[in-house]
């Protein structure tokens, strides 16, 4: 029986912020450094490992941070969740996206059916149209085959799946698995729908409408702006259309889709990439068994989520650490920086995870909490950041911690020589340098040309960023974020800050409006 | 003479520390809340306003703001920067990125040449050749016209011009000025450029290689990379190559490149995208007319930076009331958010531009200063920000101030109605709603409903984003940026805190490496 308390409610958090911090800077340095590289590394799924060397930790920190994760009983609060129990309280929820690559408990069943094998079902319907698409029995009515997919959604349906597709699209190119290029359109601005429409060929497109409840209004208005599109094109837009939404939607059983295939309420926008809302467009662009290989590798970190041990389990490791940052050193946001030109948009893609999870001020049970939880968090790729924001991270009067992410090998395996290196090691030079200056830092008597060091970072290494290693990736950072919520006795799973934000524009459209509200209106002449 | 002094050390500092607070929610509420909005505005360039009616100020702290840039000679620091005065102490270089877009005060001569003369002259340059290529007198070896312009550089020689390119793509395509397409290469990660190499026909491409020094690494490899991929073509690489770089570089007069286009050490990176380094490939993609638009709405809002009343010089007061919120309120970050999808990369324009310049510890001096300087800075689109990270801007445990920018009509002019609404009115419904929604927020006996409100932002309005409107945006955030550097007595024109990274990357390369930089390089394999 799992027991939900606050975070500072708990003897181990009270003993953690009595243990002596270390000194970064000089615990990194000469043999003492080398040591900890060695030593502070956990293996992750498909060769990866997650390097912690030069976080602000020691043993006994470590200690301390072990026996928090137990008091706050971690391991058993996630098994809790993949065993189906209502980890949702808010919304009254199982929790499910695990059961999307793999089953690490019981069978759950709801609403009548095994979910594992539900979702499952929905993979292989959703492969076997990709099948059939790509081998040209799904076409337009001209009998042309498909040569683009364009996903439909916003948040979740839109940021995950994004992230994830331009992570993958040169793997796929160079590995020959290259379907179909995939085009997004989530925001409400007509622009967006405009310029992609303006860019592709209507005819030879598939349109993947994603909306769980099907009633997501700026999905809607811009499923309407793709159908105006096909109609003005002489296209039936029915046949160009499938949708993604949950099987009780006003989506599920239309005829103005191709098909549809489903997710439920027991996934959640930002962690549906591995459900059906990742599925459809995934597999659409790169085939099924790209698809079927990032599971693989979500599935394989899973696993290693389940372990008791924190020291062995990199996503309870990483969450601890993160605790320790936020509410022992008291620093206020974080990034994350993939030294890989294709994970672009996956910091965007964690900015949702994260901040909408745990960017809460009330515990599970809908009481204040009386310590900090969720922090800002942003990143851009390396080498791009260090010409632009990392100044500040070096420098400036806040400490940031950083998540850097780097790969030994490239992508598409071109490459050149410059002064005697080739690019890909110039890049991971360049990742092993940030870490080493951030943490020891280097005297100098012009102050300003000075470093203190002691700013912390750690380093997820992998050998090639493909859909395994993706995979494992976005599920260290989706477990990662469950664990904190636990840590701090959130409710990870809802999102009641979105709906203020949404009463108010519809007051706004329906001119119900006075005092600012009204004013504002009629500054933007609506 | 101006006087160069610590912000803590001014009296109008102590003044305003002790100067009442105010509670948002209750300011914003009803008639008083409309009245804000009516008065707390001030008009920008192009028709903008800037509207910080939902700001936690009110007139007294206004008034002591106002002192604060009084005493800090904020209007003179600036008059001393447009009329030459050497403001980079660092690096002993004047600062004039101004004078690219117009001339505020007196001729400004240096190496012996009036600097604004210049700049006219590298502006007029470009746009002749730029003519030359889109009238089809500059072509491929086969006489065939270009049909991409593919940039080469890195932080600000990427990141400015790239949100630049992406701020008018459509609202050149709608307004009859598309010339060619525009494509950017910028990280060392080898995936960079052999992705976008591999997404376009070289033969048909010209290529502008950036680098003011002519020895960034990152911008050398790539250009390696380019001119590979133009031999294997059997292509001149001299042929498709244009420079962009200072008089003095070895880039400047070699046979490598069809044409050179200068700036100089008077110009910072992330200040270039109104010099050559923006002008070349906004010239290229939209015609130099629309580039020259775009540097006279920058030169109109320089115009209203230079005015002494804090209250009608909307860059100061954003500044004061940034200032305020970071040393007063004690926020850490902020955010800026965008409600227009071209907007979409602006943001990490932004990011460089102000966590590079003001992210120091020391001031102009090199002596440490004892208050915060330059906050995180992150922002994305809206409305696909409020699916995304807003859950934590509304209900977080830490207050994040925020900043809108918002236009009235769309670029490209497509709409749809749905539930008797357009898409650009549910834009600007969303903007207004989220402005009240933040500031004044909404009980509920349920906590996890519950809005506590007093969440501060601010609004640039705008009719639409085009040219001359971008052009006054951008001068709004670096003067805004240069206005904070002088309160907190920061050099913020140059970045001292880069090159410790660089260095030990170099150490790598050479396999020159001990102690944790070692065993990280092996964990790497380099």
Chains 1, 2 share one sequence.
Request: hydrophobic share 40%.
């Amino acid at each position: 029986m799992v027991t939900w308390s606050n975070m500072d409610t708990l003897a181990s958090f009270g003993e953690l912020l009595k243990t002596e911090k270390i000194n970064l800077a000089e615990a990194m340095s000469g043999e003492n450094g080398a040591q900890r590289v060695r030593n502070y590394t956990v293996p992750m799924a498909e060769g990866m490992a997650y390097n912690y060397a030069a976080k602000q930790v020691d043993e006994k920190i470590l200690e301390a941070l072990a026996k928090l994760a137990e008091e706050a009983q971690l391991s058993e609060k996630f098994k809790a969740l993949y065993n189906g129990e209502m980890i949702n309280t808010g919304e009254k929820r199982l929790v499910l996206h695990h059961l999307t690559r793999g089953q690490l408990g019981d069978a759950v069943v709801a609403d009548g059916v095994d979910k594992r094998a539900f979702y499952l079902e929905q993979q292989e319907k959703i492969a076997e149209f990709a099948n059939k698409v790509h081998a040209g029995e799904i076409t337009n009515a001209a009998g042309e085959a498909f040569t683009t997919v364009v996903q439909i959604g916003i948040g979740g349906s839109d940021l995950g799946p994004r992230a994830m597709y331009l992570a993958l699209e040169n793997w796929a190119k160079v590995n020959d698995c290259f379907k179909m290029e995939a085009k997004f359109i989530s925001n409400v601005d007509p622009d967006d729908a405009a310029g992609v429409l303006n860019s592709i060929d209507v005819s030879r497109s598939i349109f993947v409408l994603v909306s769980k409840s099907g009633t997501t209004l700026e999905t809607l208005t811009n499923e309407s702006f793709v159908k105006d599109a096909l109609k003005n094109a002489g296209l039936d837009p029915s046949k160009h259309m499938i949708a993604v939404t949950s099987e009780t939607s006003p989506l599920a059983k239309s005829d103005d889709y191709l098909a549809a295939f489903f997710m439920d309420d027991y996934i959640g926008g930002r962690f549906s990439s591995t459900s059906a809302v990742g599925g459809a467009v995934l597999s659409l662009a790169f085939g099924p068994e790209v698809f079927a290989q990032f599971l693989e590798g979500a599935a394989e970190e899973d696993k290693l989520s389940a372990n008791e041990d924190m020291l062995k389990n990199p996503e309870m490791l990483d969450a601890l650490i993160g605790i320790y940052e936020r509410n022992v050193l008291g620093y206020p946001a974080t990034t994350v920086l993939p030294y890989s030109q294709a994970l672009s948009r996956f910091p965007a893609h964690l900015q949702q995870a994260d901040m909408e999870s745990n960017g809460k001020s009330v515990n599970r049970f809908g009481e204040p909490v009386n310590y900090p939880t969720g922090p800002v968090l942003f990143g851009e790729p390396g080498t791009n950041g260090q010409h632009s924001f990392y100044q500040l991270l070096h420098q400036g009067t806040d400490i940031v911690p950083l998540q850097f992410v780097g790969f030994k090998n490239s992508q598409i395996g071109t490459d050149v020589v410059i002064q005697d290196s080739t690019s890909q090691q110039k890049l991971c030079a360049n990742v092993v340098a940030q870490i080493v200056a951030f943490a020891c830092g280097k005297q100098d008597e012009n102050r300003n040309k000075n470093f203190e060091g002691g700013r912390p970072s750690s380093i997820i290494i992998g050998d090639s960023l493909n859909p395994k290693s993706l995979g494992a990736l976005l599920a260290h950072y989706e477990n990662k974020i469950m664990f904190q919520g636990f840590v701090w006795n959130l409710n990870s799973f809802d999102q009641e800050g979105v709906q203020l934000g949404k009463v108010l524009a519809k007051k706004v459209l329906a001119h119900d409006t006075e005092g600012a509200l009204k004013e504002y209106s009629d500054l933007m002449n609506i």
